[in-house]
């Protein structure tokens, strides 16, 4: 049996439409990937610019987070360090301009991701129908407070 309050909040969530993201979010690339096993973040040491490297049972890629560009591609990485499992850490070895570098990886095999930026984006997972899962973007860091399209 649930709560008031907790009926109350699970009746708010359900209620919200879904919406595409405000501004600056914006979709970048929809490219599915194929046996999918985890995803990391890095940063191009010659530009700044922010990566997301994707490693699957097809091997491992990497991409620019704000373009969608393919900027490497690595088809048959070592079977020895090839998945995120291979390392207590969950790190794999970076691949192009990150060659070399750990990045850690979050997916089938566990691991997790920063959800919250400097400036106070927040990124929430409610299952208020479960197993139906929902993903709040909110401006106010998280709190999900006031009426939808306010700051969530």
Same mark, same amino acid.
């Given at each position: 049996?649930?709560? /008031?309050?907790?009926?109350?909040?699970?009746?708010?969530?359900?209620? *919200?439409?879904?919406?595409?993201?405000?501004?600056? %979010?914006?979709?970048? $690339? @929809?490219?599915?990937?194929?046996? $999918?096993?985890?995803?990391?973040?890095?940063?191009?040491?010659?530009?700044?610019? @922010? +990566?997301?490297?994707?490693?699957?049972?097809?091997?491992?890629?990497?991409?620019?987070?704000?373009?969608?560009? $393919?900027? *490497?591609?690595?088809?048959?990485? @070592?079977? /020895?360090?090839?998945?995120?499992?291979?390392?207590? @850490?969950?790190?794999?070895?970076?691949?192009?301009?990150?060659?070399?570098?750990?990045?850690?990886?979050?997916?089938?095999?566990?691991?997790? +991701?920063?959800?919250?930026?400097? /400036?106070? %984006?927040?990124?929430?997972?409610?299952?208020?129908?479960?197993?139906?899962?929902?993903?709040? +973007?909110?401006?106010?860091?998280?709190?999900?407070?006031?009426?939808?399209?306010?700051?969530?």
């Amino acid at each position: 049996m649930i709560t /008031d309050h907790q009926r109350k909040i699970r009746e708010r969530y359900l209620s *919200a439409p879904v919406v595409a993201a405000p501004e600056p %979010w914006r979709k970048v $690339l @929809d490219r599915p990937v194929g046996g $999918l096993l985890g995803i990391g973040f890095a940063v191009h040491p010659g530009t700044g610019r @922010d +990566l997301v490297m994707t490693v699957s049972t097809a091997g491992h890629g990497l991409f620019d987070a704000a373009t969608g560009e $393919l900027v *490497a591609r690595d088809r048959d990485p @070592d079977p /020895d360090t090839s998945t995120p499992d291979a390392a207590p @850490d969950l790190a794999r070895p970076g691949l192009g301009p990150v060659a070399g570098v750990p990045v850690r990886i979050a997916g089938l095999f566990g691991g997790g +991701l920063h959800h919250t930026t400097p /400036d106070g %984006w927040a990124l929430d997972v409610v299952a208020p129908d479960w197993p139906d899962h929902r993903v709040i +973007l909110s401006a106010d860091g998280g709190g999900n407070r006031g009426p939808h399209g306010g700051t969530w």
